[in-house]
């Protein structure tokens, strides 16, 4: 369904892009220097209480832009651009959530964090109660930023989610069946799984993000911003991971930007804090 009349936009997630559409020709493909498609996940846990992790990623090219699942940015440095995320639904007004958005330098805004999920660190949500919460906090500022639909976790398929014994593609479809007014730019994913899973060739891990990722463009046919992607393994069978997975994202039209799980010690920073891990350094330059 068009969107005000314009081809690019989509409502209720029924107005499929072709990639053709895309905006900007796919706004960041191919991505260039200072404009990469790569972003970073972080918050202020750690002793300087705020963006110490992230901002040891200054001056990497192929880094663009950073989040911390809410807001404020914990002094992230300028280089990056700060993505403000609603977390959860507030349970009033939030006049704290506008002025993030309405913040000078704000381009685009996340909405809820795996509302799709019932464990502890997901906002948890009935479909019908998250397209309630987008018509009251995301969508006052469509045209203003870029709305990105409610971050799920595409592979799951635990029928855990939220509501029911659904999996988060069905609590997706039923979010966008209640959200027939909603307008976005584009669509959030999440995706866990192993580098390498045991038994399978050694590729069975990237081909599996990559046929989530294209089933996720597929399905919703909007600009997708993974904006949580890990797999478990050692830290060589996650390079081996990015090292396979990245020049594909980089490719593809319809990925906009990425953002790998996650900017904390043992992950793409060092055990000390200190510095890049290799892992981080691979992510940086690969
Ligand atoms: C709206 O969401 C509810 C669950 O919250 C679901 O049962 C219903 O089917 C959804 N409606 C549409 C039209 O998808
Ligand atoms: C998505 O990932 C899961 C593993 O979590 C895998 O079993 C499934 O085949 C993948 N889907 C596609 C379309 O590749």
Same mark, same amino acid.
């Given at each position: 369904m068009p969107c005000n009349g314009k081809a690019t936009e989509t409502c209720g997630g029924s107005n499929r892009l072709t990639v053709s559409q895309l905006p900007d020709g796919g706004g960041t493909n191919p991505p260039t220097a200072g404009k990469g498609k790569r972003g970073l996940c972080y918050n202020n846990?750690?002793?300087?209480?705020?963006a110490v992790y992230a901002n040891?990623?200054?001056?990497?090219?192929?880094i663009s832009w950073a989040y911390?699942?809410?807001?404020? %940015?914990?002094?992230?440095?300028?280089?990056f651009e700060f993505v403000p995320m609603l977390w959860g639904k507030p349970s009033g007004a939030a006049p704290d959530w506008t002025a993030a958005v309405q913040t000078a330098g704000t381009k685009s805004i996340l909405g809820f964090n795996e509302p799709d999920l019932t464990y502890g660190g997901s906002s948890n949500m009935l479909p019908a109660d998250a397209a309630a919460g987008y018509a009251s906090?995301?969508?006052?500022?469509r045209g203003q930023v870029q709305v990105g639909t409610p971050n799920v976790?595409?592979?799951?398929?635990?029928? %855990?989610?939220?509501?029911?014994?659904?999996?988060s593609r069905v609590w997706t479809r039923y979010f966008l069946g209640n959200c027939t007014a909603c307008h976005f730019d584009y669509a959030a994913i999440h995706y866990y799984q192993d580098c390498e899973p045991a038994g399978r060739a050694q590729d069975t891990g990237p081909d599996w993000f990559k046929g989530n990722v294209t089933h996720a463009w597929d399905t919703l046919r909007l600009p997708l911003w993974i904006t949580e992607f890990q797999c478990y393994g050692s830290e060589d069978q996650q390079v081996r991971f990015l090292q396979k997975v990245m020049p594909w994202l980089d490719a593809q039209a319809y990925v906009a930007r990425y953002a790998y799980f996650g900017t904390f010690p043992d992950l793409l920073i060092n055990h000390d804090g200190t510095a890049l891990s290799a892992l981080g350094q691979a992510y940086a330059t690969t």
């Open positions: 846990n750690n002793p300087s209480k705020n040891m990623f200054k001056g990497y090219s192929k911390d699942w809410g807001y404020p %940015s914990w002094d992230l440095d300028t280089f906090y995301m969508e006052p500022f976790l595409w592979n799951n398929d635990v029928g %855990s989610s939220s509501g029911g014994a659904y999996n």
